[in-house]
Every structure is written in C-alpha cells, then in structure tokens.
C-alpha cells in the first residue's frame, strides 16, 4: 500500500520569504493529491487538490505541483506570514481512502 | 451554515469502560469518515459511511470497535473494553460524496484519554 513521506522536521521560514513543503509517495501515483492545514486542537482544513494530469495548481498565496515521475507534490507559500504558522498535511486516495502524512510543522518567523 | 460538530470534546475514560463518540456532519453530506490521529501523526481510517451503510469498515483495528449511522446522518463511535492504546485524537469528517474529488470537511475532534 501507500506510503506518504513529510519531512517530520519543523520548517522554519522568515516572514515574507517563500514557504516550500515536500510530500512524497511511495508507489503508484494517486489520481489526486489533496493539501490540508491543521492548527493544534483543531481537525485539517482542505487547502488545495491536483490530479495526476495536472503539473500545478494555484490559489491566491499557496501553489501546488504534482510530478508523477519524482513521485512528489510541492507546496509553496508565498509572502509567507506569521497566521501561515501551522501544520501541512498531505494526503492521497487509495481504494476510497484517504492516506495521510504524517505532516510538516511550518513557522513563519516575523 | 455549520459545520461539521463532535461531542464531547474531551472524553476521560478508565480501562476497561465502554465510551461513545458523536458525530454530526453536514447536512446533506452523504459519505461521512471517522479517523484517529495520534501526536505528530497524520490521521489514520478507520470507517466511512455511504449513507447509513458502513461502505468500509477495514481501518477499525479490531472488534472492540463499532460505528453506526442509523439515519444517514449522525454517526456514533463505540469503543468496547477500552484500553490506554485506544487514547488519541478521533476525528469525523463529512462530504458531498465518495467519488475522489470531493474535499472532506472536518470535525475539531474527540481527545479520548484512557486511563
């Protein structure tokens, strides 16, 4: 089965500089791939998706990309800011479920 | 309009008690989820639901562990002989549907702790 691999190291970024999360996958590459924020105490909060035939996605500050060929998705922040300060979440489907990482804790310094 | 909503929102429970978890989706969402999470780990399935029928019942680690959705709508967790192991963060998701495109929205989650 899947694998899903998040650098399990806390990122620290400079407000204002540019935020990049790694999200790897073991096998097969999902038809999707889903980006979901979550803050402490609280459940993930849907961000972004990119199908497989897709190379990038964007919405307002955040950009996803997807290579099915690295078996890798990006995700960037931009003009990061401090409320940017939580945990990313990568997760893909397989057979009907959603396989997560275990997520990348980002602090945006000011 | 609300969100998806789970009650209580901290459960503390002795080894061995049985405990019950609550969950109310959005109104009209279909598929609903239950997920665990530990610390520093991402969440894990355990059940989904299509309506009231369990459409998939693998993640649930063992027979000490039920849910149900009697009218398609709210779903309840039910955890038998619990056991410190069970302790974790239990979360209930909802959405419109089950195809794969369909962005799950989340509950803030149960804290079960089993002493």
């Known amino acids: 089965s899947q694998k899903i691999e998040q650098n399990s190291e806390a990122l620290n970024i400079q407000e204002g500089k540019t935020a990049t999360l790694t999200c790897n996958y073991t096998n097969y590459s999902p038809a999707y791939l889903q980006w979901y924020r979550q803050d402490p105490g609280r459940g993930p909060v849907f961000l972004l998706l990119i199908r497989e035939n897709e190379k990038e996605k964007r919405k307002e500050r955040l950009k996803v990309t997807f290579d099915t060929t690295l078996k890798q998705s990006l995700f960037h922040i931009t003009a990061s800011q401090p409320a940017d300060s939580a945990t990313y979440l990568c997760?893909?489907?397989?057979?009907?479920?959603?396989?997560w990482g275990a997520g990348t804790k980002l602090i945006i310094k000011p | 309009g609300a969100g998806v909503s789970q009650t209580p929102s901290n459960k503390v429970t002795e080894k061995g008690k049985y405990v019950e978890l609550r969950c109310d989706p959005i109104s009209g969402h279909t598929a609903l989820y239950w997920y665990r999470q530990s610390l520093g780990q991402g969440p894990e399935f355990l059940i989904y639901f299509q309506g009231t029928g369990a459409a998939d019942d693998s993640g649930l680690p063992n027979d000490r562990f039920f849910a149900v959705r009697p009218e398609g709508s709210v779903s309840t967790l039910k955890i038998q002989r619990t056991e410190r192991g069970d302790s974790a963060v239990y979360l209930c998701?909802?959405?419109?549907?089950?195809?794969?495109?369909?962005?799950?929205?989340f509950g803030p989650g149960t804290r079960l702790t089993v002493l």
């Open positions: 998701a909802s959405a419109l549907g089950l195809a794969d495109y369909n962005e799950q929205f």
């Open positions: 997760a893909l489907l397989e057979d009907y479920q959603l396989i």
